[in-house]
């Protein structure tokens, strides 16, 4: 496999791009791994890099059931941020973000990271309160780049926004997390799929996992369309997917509901966006960024009923369409390109879980909502230091399933145990 | 749009109505024990395939129905009033009117 380097652009560029090989294998399934992880989206590629790469676990391997990053990985809207407030979640995807500004390095693999603040509008003086109360939380827990902007800053780095004083909401200021942003969905699970791969881990498309086979208290095989694969270790990484998995191992109940969430790309505009704005008040719930092709790339709400189809229902496409209307009327006349949907694994409160499971050697990554995208580098990070040490970090101990027994939610958003409402 | 036909109000866009959640919970007497009350709140089957779910007619005649659905084709299997003294009047008046 070729290192990308300034000096093999060129020479490839000098001599016809015919010096590329190809990024990662595609090998048969060996009888037996030390690690098998199940779902080749981003939170298994990620785990396998990182339980190679900083562990130095050989013998590993990715199932994934369709072709890579043809999951969430790859419908997502890409919003990489780490303005989250609770305990636990606070240091996770700070962490998160860290990674994210070293990611491209470490992959060798641009990732296209691009820190170009996200901005949340708000509509009340008490929303501002708030925001500042929170925005105040993330200055003094090691986010420096948490500001709050009166509608003066706001109007001169985002002129275009809808600011008329009669509006049903009008603008009043911003929250704005400078270090937050976008990256490449794609080139996220293909970089890692790439790091892995040079490490020794067999990725293995085309492959879904049917059935897992038990001993005791231990997962000894998973049964594929490729075959039986014994294993010493098992990770599920499935997202949408987590209940089904479970109910294969014979692991009954789980505190997630599968929901879809849609997501839209407009046409390719000329640049009008610099920044990921959100807008969000009274049962509106709105985000947008410009990709670097030029399509406005946004979303809304999810479908509001519990739904295993990876296809989305209009109500939602209008309630996006208005709120986009509403807060940047200039999209009025451009063409909407495509739409799609993803199978996301909503959690009871909105926060994942990294954990252990009933069973001795099988490790649980789920429960990621709209917000896994950020998630990925530290979910893999964790996940992999969970799997290769068979304990969890003290930075995840909160992310098991058994919190709920304890009293402990998670709820960034207080929605309380209703998972279609968090987001 | 999901069609539902609502036994009060006739067939009607899904739009109409908002989701409730899983309508197989059988939720536990006040003084059950903290456990049946953990795994009725906060666990779920999450099945893929028909569910029992509960909606709400809220832009209609506001009542729960109890809907048998499936969650991977949206298909609908059967709709009734959630209440069962409801459900067992329009049944009684349906065999009546036969
Ligand atoms: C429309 C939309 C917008 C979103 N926007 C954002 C955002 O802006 N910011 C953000 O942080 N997050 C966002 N998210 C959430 C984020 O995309 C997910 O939380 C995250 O991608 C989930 O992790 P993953 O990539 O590993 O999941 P996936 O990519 O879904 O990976 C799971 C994989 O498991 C495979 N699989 C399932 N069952 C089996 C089986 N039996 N055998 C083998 N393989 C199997 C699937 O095929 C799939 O590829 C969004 C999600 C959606 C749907
Ligand atoms: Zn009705």
Redesign the interface.
């Known amino acids: 496999m070729t290192r990308f380097s300034a000096w093999s652009v060129f020479k490839n560029g000098l001599t016809g791009q015919k010096g590329w090989s190809r990024q990662w294998r595609d090998p048969e399934p060996k009888p037996h791994y030390d690690v098998v992880i199940v779902g080749g989206g981003l939170h298994g590629l990620a785990t396998a890099y990182y339980l190679a790469a900083n562990h130095g676990v050989k013998n590993i391997a990715v199932l994934e059931k369709g072709w890579l990053g043809g999951g969430n990985a790859g419908r997502n809207t890409t919003i990489v941020r780490s303005n989250y407030f609770r305990p636990g979640n606070r240091e996770f995807y700070e962490h998160s973000l860290k990674l994210w500004e070293n990611l491209s390095h470490e992959l060798n693999y641009n990732v296209m990271f691009s820190q170009r603040s996200h901005i949340s509008l708000l509509h009340s003086p008490g929303a501002i309160d708030a925001a500042a109360r929170n925005y105040n939380i993330l200055r003094r827990t090691g986010t420096p780049d948490a500001e709050i902007w009166d509608l003066a800053t706001l109007k001169r780095a985002v002129p275009h926004l809808n600011y008329s004083p009669t509006s049903r909401f009008p603008i009043m200021g911003a929250a704005v997390q400078k270090r937050a942003g976008t990256a490449r969905h794609d080139a996220v699970a293909w970089g890692y799929a790439r790091g892995a791969d040079k490490h020794g881990v067999d990725i293995l498309q085309q492959c879904e996992v049917q059935g897992i086979t038990r001993e005791g208290d231990s997962v000894s095989a998973v049964e594929t369309s490729r075959g039986t694969i014994r294993a010493g270790k098992v990770a599920f990484a499935v997202a949408g997917n987590t209940?089904?998995l479970w109910t294969m191992a014979g692991l009954?109940?789980?505190?997630?509901?599968?929901h879809k969430l849609q997501a839209f790309v407009s046409e390719p505009l000329k640049p009008l966006l610099d920044q990921v704005v959100v807008f969000g008040i009274g049962g509106a719930h709105f985000y947008i960024s410009q990709s670097d092709k030029g399509g406005m790339v946004f979303g809304g709400d999810l479908d509001?009923?519990?739904?295993?189809?990876q296809r989305g229902?209009?109500?939602i496409v209008q309630d996006t369409a208005e709120a986009a209307m509403s807060i940047l009327p200039c999209l009025g006349r451009v063409k909407l390109l495509r739409h799609w949907s993803g199978l996301v694994d909503m959690s009871?409160d909105g926060t994942h879980f990294l954990c252990k499971t009933p069973l001795s050697n099988l490790y649980l990554n789920a429960g990621w909502n709209y917000g896994g995208f950020k998630a990925t580098p530290a979910s893999g990070w964790y996940f992999a230091d969970l799997i290769a040490n068979d304990r969890p970090h003290e930075k995840i101990r909160n992310f098991d399933l058994k919190r709920?027994?304890r009293g402990l939610q998670i709820d960034e958003r207080g929605a309380g145990?209703?998972?279609?409402l968090h987001g | 749009m999901i069609r539902i036909n609502c036994p009060f109000c006739g067939t009607r866009d899904h739009s109409e109505f908002s989701y409730g959640g899983d309508g197989s919970i059988d939720y536990p007497a006040l003084d059950a024990t903290k456990e049946a009350w953990h795994d009725a709140v906060f666990m779920r089957d999450n099945i893929c395939g028909v569910q029992l779910e509960t909606w709400h007619h809220v832009h209609g005649c506001r009542m729960w129905l109890k809907i048998e659905r499936d969650t991977l084709t949206h298909e609908i299997h059967s709709v009734r009033p959630a209440h069962p003294g409801l459900a067992a009047a329009l049944s009684s008046e349906q065999e009546a009117g036969q």
């Not at chain 1, 009954?252 to 599968?258: R, T, V, Y």
């Not at chain 1, 509001?304 to 189809?309: E, G, L, N």
């Open positions: 209940s089904r009954g109940k789980l505190p997630i509901e599968s509001w009923y519990k739904s295993y189809a229902n209009l109500p009871m709920f027994e145990p209703d998972p279609k």
